[in-house]
């Protein structure tokens, strides 16, 4: 056997190369922050919405952890302080979501043009407001939302316009122009990205067969970035179903948000204010189901739609 023959072999055997453990190896990493960080809180969340703290002897004889099966469930599912949460949520989403894809798209049709200058820069500008967290976002439309303080309501009140955009009517707006303000930026450059992949080829083909930029952009690049569409509306609905950051801060400048005002605000008010992890864990559950069966119908309803529009119905 030859030098180089006999360093190959050794590098081979040094890496493991063909050994059945290498693609283990590989995806171990993986698989131990899955199983810590994904699937061990829910099986915590589980075992503890089946157990209750009880108390005896008027709460000086101590407490016991005893098993309950599915009362916590039946506790959540009858607070009408959690339940009306989902209705707020699901009206948050219909304004807020739509109105995101829609800037988000446009957005990112708009650069894929020609028409822009400097492209870089307003993408960069736009994409800016995704690098604040949440909080701090919040904390910074609060200041504006406050009309002692606020320059913008200020000017319009100079005007005779008296604005209260934290008034029972006009909060969930706040709230959603904040998401908006925050997300538009990084579902736009999702959607620049998957229009970078759409071969050009088929541009030119349009216009030679006499299409605008708008039919390219409805009848061409819309519907192939779909996936793209389908990623970041379904991220959307799922942070609508989640929301909490944004009201957990403006709630301390307005009484219009309650301490349960959405479902992860009402778990959080339970864990902490209620003193009871056992139910708030149980809530957390029925939220994660809830979040589970929207987006597997959302994913149903777009596999039905792209199904159909394949078989040309």
């Not at 739509?98 to 020609?114: C, E, K, Q, R, W």
């Not at 406050?146 to 913008?152: E, L």
Request: glycine fraction near 8%; charge should be neutral.
């Amino acid at each position: 056997m030859t030098a180089a023959a006999t360093t190959r072999v050794s590098r081979r055997r040094f890496t493991g190369a063909g050994a059945p453990w290498v693609p283990y190896a590989f995806v171990a990493p993986f698989a131990i922050l899955f199983l810590v960080f994904l699937v061990a809180p829910i099986v915590v969340a589980i075992v503890n919405s089946l157990y209750s703290r009880q108390s005896s002897g008027l709460g000086f004889g101590g407490s016991s952890l005893e098993f309950v099966g599915f009362d916590n469930f039946v506790r959540a599912l009858t607070d009408v302080d959690f339940l009306i949460g989902f209705p707020r949520v699901v009206i948050y989403g219909l304004i807020q979501v739509p109105l995101m894809m829609v800037i988000s798209a446009g957005l990112a049709l708009l650069f894929d043009t020609a028409l822009v200058k400097a492209p870089r820069f307003f993408q960069f500008a736009i994409f800016l407001p995704y690098a604040v967290p949440g909080v701090i976002a919040a904390l910074l439309w609060g200041f504006l939302y406050q009309p002692s303080v606020s320059p913008i309501l200020q000017f319009f009140s100079g005007l005779g316009i008296d604005l209260d955009l934290l008034a029972p009517g006009t909060v969930l707006g706040a709230i959603a122009n904040i998401n908006l303000w925050s997300l538009i930026g990084i579902n736009m450059i999702i959607l620049f990205a998957a229009l970078q992949g759409v071969p050009r080829e088929m541009y030119e083909a349009a216009r030679i067969d006499g299409a605008g930029e708008l039919r390219t952009a409805l009848q061409i690049k819309l519907p192939m970035i779909g996936p793209a569409i389908l990623l970041t509306t379904l991220s959307s609905v799922i942070g609508t179903l989640q929301l909490f950051n944004e009201p957990q801060v403006l709630q301390s400048i307005t009484s219009n948000i309650s301490s349960d005002f959405t479902p992860n605000m009402a778990i959080y008010a339970t864990s902490t204010l209620g003193k009871d992890p056992n139910l708030a864990s149980a809530m957390a559950v029925i939220l994660g189901v809830a979040t589970l069966v929207v987006s597997l119908g959302l994913l149903a309803a777009n596999k039905r739609t792209t199904k159909r529009a394949s078989d040309g119905i």
